[in-house]
Structure formats: structure tokens, C-alpha cells
């Protein structure tokens, strides 16, 4: 008789068990399934059911198992439904940029065409007794790299003298006297570091260091805005990105995206055809108030004439510097327009007072050279060089690395 009643208080047991159990894992269905029980059309087919299927279940583990019902289930799934919502849609995982460090290495290879410059004047000057025509084709190989025609003389002297007082043919000897002579070119003595942190104003408030991108569109403005703003959250800065390209509507979308996908703010103009000026000014003042360490803007520099390029970044400087003085003004040049683009930059540096440059799409060009001449010409340093058009294809220029790729 006992073991029967034992038998039957266990299947009693058991079955409040099961309705338990059945119960809780009806309430955690529903939330697996991205917890939106408000989502669910009331009243019809499975939501309905899933609805009154908790809150019955609620009232019936309360009344029979207490403590085991999930204590959130009647507030989750019957007073307050959206409870369980996310507030918003779940935002992107944020990237996490490369290291500014070992960028120039891992691109070295994109350097393959400007290479054959290094492994042409290799071969020539390899050669035991150097001919005139093998000079006038290292001549001819500088020039065609775009170095110019100043640093061409200077370098072929140099080379002119040292490979006949070396006298010597050995190829890794040859490959020193080249790399060196280059290197001078280059000038490894140039400041190249990035003005990027806030600095302390007349007011004694810190002031974000203040960088204007400007260039001819075209260039890859825009995308080395997006592609700096990158490598500074990869050192650790806190950035902001001003649109003040209003006159190409689809920039501000762009820098969105570039700023969106490593968290950084991008102030802009709900305007097309807005004053740039006016963002600029609103995009600094966003980073003062922010605490940032560096604004960004870029600008549209549209190359129309010399008095409107004039007038528009006169204004914007003149204006930011209302808000934080303007720490620098990087200017973006393609690598692959040579001349016309080494015309371009004096333009630039006739209008204002250009304290860097980046050189894009140097990957694929066998222009290399035009790092030589257009700091020679601006006489101001190649900060950063763009090799490619991956996130995270611009590297901090470095004289011997760039060198080394060269002639490797
Ligand atoms: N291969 C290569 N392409 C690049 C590099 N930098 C930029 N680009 C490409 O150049 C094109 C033009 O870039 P944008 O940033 O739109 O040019 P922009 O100068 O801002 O043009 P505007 O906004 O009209 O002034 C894009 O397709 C970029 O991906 C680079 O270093 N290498």
C-alpha cells in the first residue's frame, strides 16, 4: 500500500514538476527568440497564445510552485512587454583600426612599381665600366620617377662621383651608395609628427589640435579624412570628423561611414551647399565642448580659381581659429598626376600655409619620386602616404622604410 501511495504522491509530484518546467520553458522561448513579445499581433494564433500562455503560466506557478517562477516573468511579459526590447537596434560591433606602427612594412610590397626605379638604377650602376648612355638612362629613369629635375642633378653628381671612387661593381656595395644617396633626397631630418593633441589656448582651456584636410577633389580627400581619423583611434585619440565638403553632397555621407565604423562623431550640415565655414566653426566647437584631442575637416577646395580657393579656406581658417587655433593643414595630393599635381600644390601653398602632406595612391605608380619633389618644392615634409584602398592602407611616411623599398 505504501509503495503505491509513495508511487502516486511521486507522479503528483512529477506533474506539478512538469508544468513547472513546461511553464518557464514556454516564458524562455519567447525571449530566446529576441524577447519582442510586443512585436506579436495581439490576440491571434501563436502570439496570442504565447501571451496568455505566460501569463497563465504566472498565475499558476505562483499558486502552485511559488518561488519557482522566474520572478521578471509577470513584468516582462504582461505589464511591461517592452521591457525585453532592446531600446535600439543594436549597433554595429565598432572595428578596431591597425596600429599606426608596422603599417609601412606590411604596404611596403604596393611600393612594387616605384621599386623598379630602385632595381633599374641598380642594374645600370651594377655594371662594371658605366657608360655615358647608361648616365643619361639613370637620368632619364630619376625624371620619369617624378623626383624632379634639381634633386635628378643632385643625385646623379653624387652617384657620379661616389661609384668612381669606389670604384667598385659589387651589387650590395652599389645598393648602399644608392639607398644613402636617396635617403639624403628624402631628408630623413624633416619633423613628420602629426600635431595631435589638444593644446592649452590664451583662455587656459584645453583647445583640440585643429587639422584642415584640403585638397583637389579627387585626390582621395575624403577618404584619407576617414582613413586618419582610423589611425588615430588606433594611437588612442579621441576624434571628431567636420563635413565642411558641403559642395559634393555624398561626402558628409562618406565621412559618416568612415566616422560609424570605429565610433568617431562626424558633425555636418543637414544643407546641401551649406557655408563650409559655418561647419568647420560648429565642428570644433562640438570637439571643445567634447574634450576631444583632435578635429578633423574636411574641405571641398574646389580648384575653380585661385581668388575662391582663397576665399573659401581663408574663412574657414580664420573662423576655426575662433574656436582652436588650426594645428595643421595637411594637403592631399595624388601620386599618380605628376606635374600637374606637384601645380596643384603650389596653388595650395600660395593660398595657405601648408604644414604637411599626404600623398595618395602611391601603391601602383611608378612615381615614387614625387615625394622628393614636392617637398622640395613646398618645403614642407610628406606626413603620410596611401597605398592602397582598404581602411587602413595609409601609413605614416617614413623616409627609410620608403627608402629601403626602394632599393630592396
Ligand atoms: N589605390 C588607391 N586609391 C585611393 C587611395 N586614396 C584614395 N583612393 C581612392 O580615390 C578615390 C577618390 O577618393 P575620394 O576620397 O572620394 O576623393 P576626394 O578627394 O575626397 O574627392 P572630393 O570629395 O570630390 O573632393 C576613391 O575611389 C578612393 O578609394 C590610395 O591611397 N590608393
Excluded: C
Amino acid at each position: 500500500m505504501g509503495h503505491t501511495e509513495i508511487v502516486l504522491e511521486d507522479i503528483w509530484i512529477y506533474l506539478v514538476l512538469a508544468v513547472v518546467v513546461i511553464g518557464g520553458g514556454a516564458v524562455a522561448l519567447f525571449r530566446g527568440r529576441g524577447g519582442k513579445p510586443r512585436d506579436l499581433p495581439p490576440g491571434s494564433g501563436a502570439s496570442g497564445g504565447a501571451r496568455s500562455g505566460t501569463a497563465t503560466l504566472d498565475t499558476d506557478t505562483d499558486a502552485a510552485a511559488g518561488p519557482v517562477a522566474p520572478p521578471e516573468a509577470d513584468t516582462d511579459t504582461t505589464a511591461q512587454p517592452t521591457a525585453v526590447e532592446p531600446a535600439e537596434p543594436e549597433a554595429p560591433a565598432l572595428e578596431h583600426p591597425e596600429p599606426a606602427a608596422g603599417r609601412l612594412v606590411r604596404l611596403r610590397e604596393r611600393l612594387a612599381r616605384s621599386g623598379a626605379l630602385g632595381s633599374t638604377l641598380l642594374r645600370l650602376l651594377s655594371r662594371g665600366d658605366i657608360s655615358e648612355a647608361d648616365w643619361e638612362e639613370i637620368e632619364e629613369t630619376l625624371l620619369l620617377a617624378d623626383i624632379g629635375a634639381g634633386p635628378t642633378d643632385e643625385l646623379m653628381q653624387a652617384l657620379r662621383t661616389r661609384v668612381k671612387v669606389l670604384g667598385t661593381t659589387d651589387p650590395e656595395q652599389v645598393r648602399d651608395i644608392l639607398r644613402e644617396e636617396l635617403l639624403t633626397l628624402v631628408d630623413p631630418g624633416m619633423d613628420r609628427r602629426l600635431a595631435a593633441s589638444p593644446v592649452v589656448g590664451d583662455d587656459g582651456e584645453p583647445h583640440p589640435a585643429t587639422i584642415l584636410m584640403v585638397g583637389v577633389n579627387g585626390t582621395g580627400k575624403t577618404t584619407t579624412v576617414g582613413k586618419l581619423a582610423r589611425l588615430l583611434v588606433a594611437e588612442d585619440r579621441d576624434v571628431l570628423l567636420g563635413a565642411a565638403d558641403t559642395f559634393r553632397a555624398a561626402a558628409a555621407d562618406q565621412l559618416a561611414t568612415w566616422g560609424e565604423r570605429v565610433g568617431v562623431p562626424v558633425v555636418r550640415s543637414d544643407r546641401d551647399g551649406a557655408d563650409p565655414a559655418a561647419v568647420a566653426f560648429d565642428a570644433v566647437k562640438a570637439g571643445r565642448e567634447a574634450g576631444v584631442d583632435v578635429v578633423l575637416i574636411d574641405t571641398a577646395g574646389r580648384l575653380q580659381n585661385k581668388a575662391g580657393l582663397m576665399d573659401e579656406l581663408g574663412k574657414i581658417k580664420r573662423v576655426v581659429a575662433r574656436q582652436a587655433p588650426v594645428a595643421e593643414v595637411l594637403l592631399v595630393l595624388d601620386a599618380t598626376t605628376g606635374q600637374n599635381g606637384m601645380r596643384q600644390a603650389q596653388v595650395f601653398a600660395d593660398v595657405v600655409d601648408v604644414t604637411g602632406i599626404v600623398l595618395t595612391k602611391l601603391d601602383g605608380t611608378a612615381k615614387g619620386g614625387i615625394v622628393v619633389a614636392v617637398q622640395r618644392e613646398l618645403g614642407v615634409p610628406v606626413k603620410f602616404v596611401g597605398l592602397g584602398e582598404g581602411p587602413d592602407d595609409l601609413a605614416p611616411f617614413d623616409p627609410k622604410g620608403f627608402v629601403d623599398a626602394l632599393v630592396a
